[in-house]
């Protein structure tokens, strides 16, 4: 069935370290799998996406890392700011192929100054 | 930079009354969906749209649910009688292709007393 869940509900980082966000998945045959941040009050905000021909993704800042041995997605922010204090989801795509994105539960990142 | 808006950004209304959010989707772009939030919860979908009729819909997405895009612009979702249950924020998206990014507007809060 369909099971994009996240480990942590919840994690803190102090400004100037590292995040690390995980995310597990169930559907082996999903192939795209996307990360959005979510500001309070906000719609979610596209942070970076990984097609499952890779296994890793760089952007400013941000790297996901996808395993899909075990079925396992991870969004590293390096650095953490501030500003990255959001909601974090995980989502993939529907293998129906019918373009329906399915979102994990959401991790909260607290940067502690 | 071309957003995703959303109107009404809060509505509240009495159980049993209809309810109609709308939304201006990216001009160039060719897939819709709706997405709901409720307090505190994961994105689900509700319903994704392409080339003027629903190319899927979610088990949320009953009769009580309709959507539409009248003008070549707006797309609208409706809930024909609410109920407490529809208490939540109201996510339009729309993205260029049927995979890659979504972009979502900033939402609609719907209250129903």
């Known amino acids: 069935g369909e099971n994009v869940g996240l480990h942590l509900p919840t994690l803190s980082v102090q400004e100037g370290d590292n995040s690390i966000i995980n995310c597990a998945y169930s559907n082996s045959a999903s192939d795209y799998f996307i990360w959005y941040k979510q500001e309070s009050g906000k719609g979610p905000q596209f942070i970076i996406d990984i097609r499952s021909n890779m296994d890793k993704r760089q952007g400013q800042r941000v790297t996901v890392l996808l395993n899909k041995t075990v079925k396992h997605l991870s969004l590293q922010i390096a650095a953490t700011q501030p500003g990255d204090s959001a909601v974090y989801f995980c989502?993939?795509?529907?293998?129906?192929?019918?373009?329906?994105?399915?979102f994990g539960t959401g991790t909260r990142l607290k940067v502690l100054a | 930079e071309p957003e995703v808006t959303q109107t009404p950004s809060h509505q509240v209304t009495q159980m049993g009354q209809e309810v109609i959010l709308r939304c201006v989707p990216i001009?160039?772009?060719?897939?819709f969906y709706w997405y709901r939030q409720i307090l505190g919860q994961k994105v689900e979908f509700l319903v994704s749209?392409?080339?003027?009729?629903?190319?899927?819909k979610s088990e949320i997405f009953d009769d009580q649910f309709s959507v539409e895009r009248p003008d070549g612009s707006n797309f609208t979702l409706k809930i024909r009688s609410t109920k407490l249950e529809d208490s939540a924020m109201y996510f339009c998206?729309?993205?260029?292709?049927?995979?890659?990014?979504?972009?979502f507007g900033e939402g609609s809060r719907l209250t129903v007393l």
């Open positions: 749209f392409y080339n003027n009729e629903i190319s899927e």
């Open positions: 998206a729309s993205s260029v292709g049927g995979t890659g990014e979504l972009f």
């Open positions: 989502a993939e795509s529907s293998p129906s192929g019918t373009y329906k994105y399915i």
């Open positions: 001009s160039n772009h060719l897939y």
